[in-house]
T-cell receptor, first 114, second 109 residues
Framework: EDKVVQSPLSLVVHEGDTVTLNCSYE??????LLWYKQEKKAPTFLFML????IEKKSGRLSSILDKKELFSILNITATQTGDSAIYLC??????????????FGKGTHLIIQP | EPEVTQTPSHQVTQMGQEVILRCVPI?????FYWYRQILGQKVEFLVS????????KSEIFDDQFSVERPDGSNFTLKIRSTKLEDSAMYFC???????FGPGTRLTVL
């Protein structure tokens, strides 16, 4: 059974701090790892990672995947109160030929204090 | 920017009733998914749909659930006889990077 473990489960920092969120996974036939941000309702797509060592960046957010050690990190620099959310990590299994659903972790609840 | 849409945003139903949750995936996507998230818990995969048939389904997706693409644009999830434990947010998603719709909150009384 595919498994995704995120840490920490919750994190409180001050505005301007840099945070690193962790995601480790076990999946039988890895296709991709995805990061989402969930505020009030639906998860919002952030990144999809398929290859090791290639950093993906979007503004103050960046992420990288290590397929040998089976983990990914999501970095947020110069945090703002609008970054407060639950950050979800999910993995996709290759076995279904592209149709497999994602297996999600429990998420990291990030709170940015002004 | 194209987006997945879902209706209704909130549905309240009585236990034992049938509900149909509707989704309009992004138009050129080929894979469609339903997920659910019980309050305070993680997002769980229910079913994926490709080429007008179910590709994968989880243990949660039992005989009470069914999916359909009735008209080439809508993608529906039907729950035949709702139970209290079906109360959750139901998200539809479509490939490629699985952009999520805003969700439908189902409350079963």
């Amino acid at each position: 059974e595919d498994k995704v473990v995120q840490s920490p489960l919750s994190l409180v920092v001050h505005e301007g701090d840099t945070v690193t969120l962790n995601c480790s996974y076990e999946v039988t036939n890895f296709r991709s790892l995805l990061w989402y941000k969930q505020e009030k309702k639906a998860p919002t797509f952030l990144f999809m990672l398929t290859s090791s060592g290639i950093e993906k960046k979007s503004g103050r957010l960046s992420s990288i995947l290590d397929k040998k050690e089976l983990f990914s990190i999501l970095n947020i620099t110069a945090t703002q109160t609008g970054d407060s959310a639950i950050y979800l990590c999910a993995v996709e299994n290759r076995a279904g030929g592209g149709a497999d659903g994602l297996t999600f972790g429990k998420g990291t609840h990030l709170i940015i204090q002004p | 920017e194209p987006e997945v849409t879902q209706t209704p945003s909130h549905q309240v139903t009585q236990m034992g009733q049938e509900v149909i949750l509707r989704c309009v995936p992004i138009s050129n996507h080929l894979y469609f998914y339903w997920y659910r998230q019980i309050l305070g818990q993680k997002v769980e995969f229910l079913v994926s749909f490709y080429n007008n048939e179910i590709s994968e389904k989880s243990e949660i997706f039992d005989d009470q659930f069914s999916v359909e693409r009735p008209d080439g644009s809508n993608f529906t999830l039907k729950i035949r006889s709702t139970k209290l434990e079906d109360s959750a947010m139901y998200f539809c998603a479509s490939r490629a990077e699985q952009f999520f719709g805003p969700g439908t909150r189902l409350t079963v009384l």
